[in-house]
């Protein structure tokens, strides 16, 4: 059997979008799928969530029961995976606190993707403390379940890096506890940062520049309509350029061979699209439709089973408590060894109460 420990989160902040899909749903319901694991953990962020939206928590309880919707309609299945929320799990806020002292405040500065995070949200002087330190608590959530591969978008590079830091450190200081996790990126370039439909940087719940996996067929084709492509690419004649155009990058991380026989005949690849819109002569709006056909086709399946989900709402509670619960004794347990490793385990251990009684009693 596998002894590989899966873990990763999403923040709920909103409805999750074609961006976590192909830079992390999709490896895991692929990893669930392939049953190459020991243990599956997939948890809803909402503390985390809180650092940058502390004051508008109905967000963020909104968007937990959102979350675990899109968790179920891509095919992610309680029975093979631990859906679980973080709040509800005190042992992390714990260890956070103890790997608070692990890390300095120099270190955290230079993490580039919170740096790209305080900009973005435009905190500047006023960044919450919570927020500035969440690095720290991603590595408690990692770290509690003992996770050996965590597969995530590229952005959430920096964050593992400072997991594998505090884990060295605190094996160093304190004997080997925990265990060093290793990130799994998508293998496809294009899915690594999905970009938004704006042509900005990253897809983000936080920016609006979203399409969700829920969305409907019509909102669906609207958006993928008005997408950014290339601004220099005026007339159809015009040579077209492919760096920075979405929807190219949308065609690479979604656009399959078979596709080209259902929806778009004329040409028999990628390729020789890419070729024609850059010689000139093919129009954005054919691209775009034949995107939206690929979206329409792969997102069809993932709403009709969200909206089988929606019609038993307290079952999906019932999942998410049970897989807390589950998920709670094993953070439990190491943070059991974390505080025997650490000497502040002072109520069970007998060793230590018979040594003090016989220093006190025979000094
Ligand atoms: P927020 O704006 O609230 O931070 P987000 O859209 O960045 O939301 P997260 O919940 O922070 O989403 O990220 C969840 C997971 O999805 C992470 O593994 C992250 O790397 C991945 N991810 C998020 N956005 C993208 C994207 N545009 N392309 C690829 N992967 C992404
Ligand atoms: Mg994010």
Redesign the pocket.
Known sequence: MSDKIYL????P??RL?I??Y???LKRRVEIQESEDYKKLFIFI?DAQ?LTDNIDNPEKVRQNVIEVALDYLSVGLNPEKSTLFIQSQIPELTELSFYFMDLVTVSRLQRNPTVKT?IHMRGFDASIPVGFFTYPISQAADITAFKATHVP?????KPMLEQTVEIVRRFNYIYGNTLVEPKIVL?QNNA?????GTDGKA??????GN?IYLSEEPKELKQKVMSMYTDPLHIHVEDPGHLEGNSVFTYLDAFCRPEHFAEFWPDYASLDEVKEHYQKGGLGDMKVKKFLNNILQAELEPIRNRRAAFEKDIPAVYEMLRKGTEEARNVAAQTLSEVKRAMKINYFDDAELIAEQSKRFQNP
Do not use: I, N, Y
């Open positions: 990763t989160g999403d923040r902040t909103g979008h961006g976590h192909v830079g992390s962020a969530a995070e995530v978008g590229e952005d959430q998508p899915c690594l940062r999905l970009p990253k897809m983000s719940k936080s920016l979203c």
